[in-house]
C-alpha cells in the first residue's frame, strides 16, 4: 500500500480498513478513487454493493480511467492519438 500510485476503494463502509491502510502510510502521488464518492451515494441507508448496478460501472470506469490517465499522462495522449487515428498503438495496446 506504502508504494501504491493508484489505489480503487469502494467506501461506504465496505472497505474501512483500507482507509486505514492508506492513512498509516504517505504516498504525496497516490490517487484514490472512491467508487461511493463517484456515483455521490452517501446515506446510512447505502447499500455498499456498488458493482451489481451495472448501470452506473461505465461511470466508474470512466474515474479509473481518468485517474490512470493523470498518473502517465504522457501515454493517455499518445493511445488518444492513436485512438483518432485509429492505429495501432507502439505499446501494442489494443485498437479502438
Known sequence: MAEARL????????????FELIGATTN???IVV???????????????HFWYDIPR???VAAAIE???????????RRQRHCQTRQIQPADGGPRS
Open 28 to 30: 504525496a502521488g497516490r
Open 34 to 48: 472512491t467508487v461511493q464518492a463517484v456515483l455521490g451515494m452517501y446515506g446510512p441507508d447505502v447499500n455498499p
Open 57 to 59: 460501472v461505465p461511470r
Open 7 to 18: 489505489v480503487i476503494a469502494n467506501g461506504a463502509g465496505y472497505d474501512h480498513f483500507l
Open 66 to 76: 481518468a485517474a490512470l490517465a493523470r498518473l502517465d499522462p504522457l501515454r493517455d
